[in-house]
T-cell receptor, first 112, second 114 residues
């Protein structure tokens, strides 16, 4: 079974609004990553946050991590139509290896 | 620097056949991982190869196999195809020199089993 669950499953917002996606996972982790996938394409790495970090920023992205609640959130500020994609969180389940466990994904639609 | 290249991009097979998918990682990357993506099960880890050795394996039947060559290129094979094997198969590579844990994905091979 998958390591993570994401919420919401789908999100539709207007261009310029902020989008927040949440991810919950089940086991201890070394780090948590967020990936983006355009329809039917490969995944693109967005950001990685380590288990000893609580918040990280990259451009319009802000990621938080709460290891006590085993949850993370991804905030995209000032969204653009080009941000329309599916977003996945991925954890390493503490193994440190490259076998990531992906969440179910959030389908984000940004309406121009 | 070229990205991860997967071939073929699309293919159609019938039940009982076998298929081989190929992945060329980014130059210098020695780890190659394979994932299966389906609407029902999402993204699931198949296996990872590093320096021609399988380092990790997911929970898939023995019909799914892989290998890695000395140039780090990897292939995965699925034998005795079933309808449920229809999926997007994604390959990802990573650099051992990187401490970010970032995976670089190819565009995938979309397999349809009829």
């Amino acid at each position: 079974s998958q390591q993570g669950e994401e919420d919401p499953q789908a999100l539709s917002i207007q261009e310029g609004e902020n989008a927040t996606m949440n991810c919950s996972y089940k086991t201890s982790i070394n780090n948590l990553q967020w990936y983006r996938q355009n329809s039917g394409r490969g995944l693109v790495h967005l950001i990685l946050i380590r288990s000893n970090e609580r918040e990280k920023h990259s451009g319009r992205l802000r990621v938080t991590l709460d290891t006590s609640k085993k949850s993370s959130s991804l905030l995209i500020t000032a969204s653009r139509a080009a941000d329309t994609a599916s977003y996945f969180c991925a954890t390493d389940a503490g193994t440190g290896a490259n076998n990531l466990f992906f969440g179910t994904g959030t389908r984000l639609t940004v309406i121009p | 620097k070229a990205g991860v290249t997967q071939t073929p991009r699309y293919l159609i097979k019938t039940r009982g056949q076998q298929v081989t998918l190929s992945c060329s990682p980014i130059s210098g990357h020695r780890s190659v991982s394979w994932y299966q993506q389906t609407p029902g099960q999402g993204l699931q880890f198949l296996f990872e190869y590093f320096s021609e050795t399988q380092r990790n394996k997911g929970n898939f039947p023995g019909r799914f196999s892989g290998r890695q060559f000395s140039n780090s290129r990897s292939e995965m094979n699925v034998s005795t195809l079933e309808l449920g094997d229809s999926a997007l198969y994604l390959c990802a590579s990573s650099s051992p020199a990187s401490n970010t844990g970032e995976l670089f994905f190819g565009e995938g091979s979309r397999l349809t089993v009829l």
